[in-house]
């Protein structure tokens, strides 16, 4: 495991639920039987709610090692901080979706409750696993679909374009198909590495940009899916 790439304690509880993670990842399509890693899962109540709706669902994530007690600690002061960003930068949102950035905050309170729940009953199945990449503690072609949400591309400024190949290739090595929102940075620009990435991964990857419906921060409205 890379330390380099791991953002320690300082990663916001800041979850998504199913439902987000169903509609920027366009999982309409996933049959019942597929068995699905969520890397850089965090504090996502997707693999919980999935899980319990039966389909098999891996997330792997460095923040695991850590306690329940630690994600919760941050919550109110990520909730304030987001709150006052989401308000002051409201017309660089869609509000479809949400309706509102209090709406927004509210719902990742639930996401947090829900996922520390399954987290504290969860963890001797083996559904959270402490791992960081490039490198995965998994065997090759592990997983029928790779989920990566909220990592790469919107951490472009703390991971440059090499790392962003060594992150994608690996999740390819363990997966038969990965799929990758958003691909906007940090500050809801396209990122910067995108183009030269999909250029690489062509030579040897089917690479796809896939229109979504869902879009919240303006402009943000497409997924990248990979498969070999
Ligand atoms: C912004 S959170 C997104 C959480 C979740 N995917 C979601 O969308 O709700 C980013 C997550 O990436 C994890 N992360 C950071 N570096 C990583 C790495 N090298 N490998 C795997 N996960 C990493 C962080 O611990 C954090 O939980």
């Not at 994530?61 to 306690?67: A, K, L, V």
């Not at 109110?76 to 960003?85: E, F, K, V, Y």
Request: hydrophobic share 45%; with cysteine; proline share 5%.
């Amino acid at each position: 495991m890379s330390d380099d790439f791991d953002f320690g304690g300082g990663v916001p509880p800041w979850g998504r639920s199913a439902a987000e993670y169903e509609a920027f990842f366009a999982l309409s399509d996933v049959p019942p039987s597929a068995r699905i890693l969520d890397c850089g899962g965090g504090p996502s109540s997707f693999a919980a709610e999935w899980s319990r709706n039966g389909r098999y669902v891996v997330a792997a994530d460095p923040m695991y090692r850590f306690s329940a007690r630690d994600f919760l600690a941050d919550f109110d002061l990520t909730a304030a901080q987001m709150l006052a960003g989401m308000q002051k930068a409201r017309d660089r949102f869609e509000w479809d979706y949400y309706g509102s950035p209090e709406d927004v905050v509210q719902r990742r309170r639930a996401v947090l409750t829900a996922f520390i729940a399954d987290f504290q009953s969860a963890t001797r199945s083996g559904r959270y696993v402490s791992a960081c990449l490039p490198e995965l503690p998994f065997l090759s072609k592990s997983f029928d679909l790779v989920l990566c949400s909220h990592l790469l591309f919107l951490y472009s400024a703390e991971f440059d374009a090499e790392t962003h190949i060594s992150f994608l290739r690996e999740l390819l090595r363990v997966g038969r198909e990965v799929r990758v929102f958003p691909l906007l940075d940090m500050d809801g620009n396209p990122s910067a590495h995108l183009e030269d990435i999909i250029q690489t991964l062509r030579a040897s990857t089917r690479v796809e940009l896939v229109p979504l419906s869902f879009e919240f921060r303006s402009g943000d409205s497409k997924m990248l899916r990979l498969a070999h």
